[in-house]
């Protein structure tokens, strides 16, 4: 493993549509047994039952099986992630609410989540943000613009059509490879994921 592998990767769930991509985020870092930490806001919570049909905790159980994996609530602002001084491999948000990232683009961090991200910004480290919602106003876009020009990967959620998805499991996996790219975990797109034109 290199260096960099050896550092923790940050998962942020907020309370926007798409549980399923954080779950599978996760699931995938701690399949190659890279350190992972989540930190998951109480509105995700409530997103999380709703759409993954269990609580959020018995998932947490699951995870705190891997020796790789912490978990900090959202308001411990004591957690070491929380400084700058404390290495990470960098973070993404997964899924991302308007309502954070118009924080991150404003400078605010009044949770360990959002703090957890403007670490990652002030140090110049890897951020994504994997943004729920549609259509887009003007605000929106440019808080995303401000966020792309500090050095944050903007990754939306859009399925990969040339790749004849047959599911929803499809497009979730196509994201996290895509989130897996933008963080530097992988160096390209698994084959069967890039697109290869159209036919001749």
């Not at 609530?73 to 954070?100: C, E, F, H, R």
Request: glycine fraction near 6%; hydrophobic fraction near 45%.
């Amino acid at each position: 493993m290199t260096a960099t592998r050896t550092k923790p990767v940050i998962v942020g769930i907020t309370g926007a549509s798409g549980a399923m991509m954080a779950r599978a985020a996760v699931d995938v870092l701690l399949r190659r047994d890279i350190p992972t930490v989540a930190l998951c806001s109480n509105a995700a919570r409530l997103v999380w039952q709703e759409e993954m049909g269990e609580n959020f905790n018995e998932t947490l159980v699951e995870w705190q099986e891997h020796p790789a994996f912490v978990h900090y609530t959202i308001n411990d602002l004591k957690a070491p992630v929380a400084s700058g001084t404390y290495p990470t491999a960098g973070m993404v948000i997964v899924p991302a609410s308007m309502n954070s990232i118009a924080s991150l683009a404003g400078g605010l961090s009044g949770n360990l989540l959002l703090r957890s991200a403007d670490v990652c910004l002030k140090e110049r480290r890897p951020l994504v943000l994997v943004p729920r919602e549609t259509p887009l106003h003007s605000i929106h876009l440019k808080n995303m613009l401000t966020l792309s020009q500090m050095g944050a990967v903007i990754v939306p959620p859009e399925p990969a059509f040339y790749l004849q998805p047959k599911g929803i499991a499809d497009i979730v996996d196509f994201v996290v490879a895509r989130i897996l790219v933008a963080l530097g975990l992988d160096e390209a797109m698994p084959d069967e994921m890039q697109y290869q034109g159209p036919a001749e």
